[in-house]
């Protein structure tokens, strides 16, 4: 500082820099899912999502620069949670709670209407097929390999039993009843789904 100046006055922040509230944000994401729950990526806007979240277009904007972009971090995000690993000392124990937490998830309203619709997205966007790929898939091979190598090492598989095949067969026939013939599951399903799964799988 030069002598005899006085220290100058600190500068503020512009406008244009203030913290994002996160309220806001959470509000734009929960929006985003209405909203493709409702009208469907193609015709989902930025504008029915602000207006869903009662927000500005400029709020939404200032996060994300396009609806892509928005639902492919949600994606993101959703495929960090990662899907809890089951730890019930049994392989049937095992599968039938990956069951409920997928089962749970599936039946949710949203998520019914979102995972098809993003399918079918993902055939025009690499952009989304790689994200739900990361979302629905990976972590899932990830727990379905850690629940049969806890089954081998107890002896209830043989070496070399494959978590992808322990993966079609524990979720595929539940995706298949849930999103896609969309029928309700009868009383005790998930109990026969699991013993029928272990059985192919030691088969």
């Known amino acids: 500082m030069i002598p005899g100046m006085s220290t100058p006055p600190p500068r503020r922040q512009p406008a244009g820099a203030a913290v994002l509230r ?3 944000t959470e509000a734009i994401r929960a929006a985003v899912f209405e909203e493709l729950a409702a009208v469907g990526f193609a ?11 009662g ?3 400029t709020a939404v904007y200032r996060r994300w620069k396009s609806k892509l972009s928005l639902v492919l971090d949600l994606l993101t995000a959703f495929a960090a949670q ?12 095992d599968v039938r709670a990956l069951l409920e937490v997928a089962a749970h ?17 993902a055939a025009r966007h690499p952009e989304i097929a790689d994200t739900i790929k990361a979302a629905l898939l990976d972590g899932q091979q990830g727990v379905a390999a850690l629940v ?3 089954a081998v090492a107890r002896g209830e598989l043989p070496p070399g039993a494959d978590p992808d095949r322990a993966l079609d067969l524990i979720v595929g026939p539940l995706y ?7 029928t309700p599951l009868p009383e005790g399903y998930l109990d026969d789904l699991a013993a ?8």
């Open 22 to 24: 996160e309220d806001v």
């Open 43 to 53: 015709r989902m806007s930025i504008e029915g999502i602000a207006r869903r979240a």
């Open 55 to 57: 927000v500005g277009k």
């Open 82 to 93: 990662g899907l809890p690993a089951p730890a019930t000392g049994s392989l049937y124990g």
């Open 105 to 121: 998830a599936l039946r949710h309203p949203v998520a019914s209407q979102v995972i098809p619709d993003l399918l079918v997205e």
């Open 148 to 150: 049969v190598r806890d």
């Open 176 to 182: 298949w009843r849930l999103v896609v013939v969309r």
């Open 196 to 203: 029928s799964a272990v059985a192919a799988l030691r088969a």
